[in-house]
């Protein structure tokens, strides 16, 4: 049993800041790539970026240079660090963890959390 909480969404003006945060909680042996989508309405679930455990990163290209992954794998943690944000990051974001189980060890699956929005409006 393994569970994602997302905090840090909110409302905020353009060009403002916003920094998610996402624990993962239950049965963990390991967390392998971490990362951050999100949903805007009527569009696709679009990867923003992604961690692997030894912190190798990924981004979307119109986030790059904006926004910055990071984690703590000490506290399971994945972090969404969000600068100069624009009325199109405006989505639900979601935080994913590729996690192995206590009695699945080698067994990753993807596991995501609820979602939290994030509404970037003047």
């Known amino acids: 049993q393994v569970q994602l909480v997302e905090s840090g969404g909110g409302l905020v003006q353009p060009g403002a800041s916003l920094k998610l945060s996402c624990v993962v909680s239950?049965?963990?042996?390991?967390?392998?790539?971490m990362g951050w989508y999100r949903q805007a309405p009527g569009k696709q679930r679009e990867l923003v970026a992604e961690?692997?455990?030894?912190?190798?990163?990924n981004y979307a290209d119109s986030v790059k240079g904006r926004f910055t992954i990071s984690r703590d794998n000490a506290k399971n943690e994945v972090y969404l660090q969000m600068n100069s944000l624009k009325p199109d990051d405006t989505a639900v974001y979601y935080c994913?963890?590729?996690?192995?189980?206590?009695?699945?060890?080698?067994?990753?699956?993807?596991?995501w959390g609820q979602g939290t929005q994030v509404t970037v409006s003047s």
């Open positions: 994913s963890a590729d996690t192995a189980t206590m009695s699945a060890k080698f067994a990753y699956a993807r596991y």
């Open positions: 239950g049965s963990i042996f390991s967390i392998n790539t």
């Open positions: 961690i692997t455990r030894g912190g190798r990163t």
